[in-house]
Each structure stands twice: as structure tokens, then as C-alpha cells.
């Protein structure tokens, strides 16, 4: 059986819900509901889709990953 994911409700749920009182000005908030948004979708699934305008940011591809070990994130994030 094939389970429909609520994007929709998730992106109100954390927009909303779960900033609501803390993201006070309206332009901000239409900012996260709009990041959310692109997040939130059906393509979230796809390998390598793009979480960046640039690209260099992805998700990973479906499967058994080997876990990265926390210490090497600043580097694979080229945050060093």
C-alpha cells in the first residue's frame, strides 16, 4: 500500500505550529514557509536532489549508507 506523505500539513505544522510565536515578522515567516516548501515535496525522495540553489548541497542516495562519522562533517559541509 502506497502512503501519501502530507507535505502540505507538514510545511503548516512546522511553519506554523511549531515556530508560531517565535518567527514574529510576517516577512520571515513567509520566508520559512517558502525554504519549507521546496523541502517539503514529493522530489525530497530522489537521489541527489538539489537542497541548494548551487548544487552543492544534496540529498543522499537511497540505500544503505554507511553513517559519516560526526567528525568528518565540517569537511564533507567545507566548513573547515
Not at 32 to 57: R, V
Not at 62 to 70: A, S, V, W
Request: hydrophobic letters at 30%; charged letters at 20%.
Amino acid at each position: 500500500m502506497l502512503v501519501q506523505i502530507p507535505y502540505k500539513a507538514l510545511n503548516y505544522l512546522t511553519a506554523e505550529c511549531n515556530y508560531g510565536g517565535r518567527v514574529t515578522d510576517d516577512h520571515d515567516r513567509t520566508t520559512l514557509k517558502t525554504i519549507l516548501g521546496g523541502l517539503y515535496c514529493e522530489n525530497i525522495h530522489d537521489d541527489e536532489f538539489p537542497l541548494s540553489e548551487s548544487g552543492l548541497y544534496v540529498t543522499p542516495p537511497d540505500g544503505n549508507q554507511k553513517l559519516i562519522p560526526h567528525r568528518s562533517w565540517p569537511r564533507l559541509l567545507n566548513i573547515e
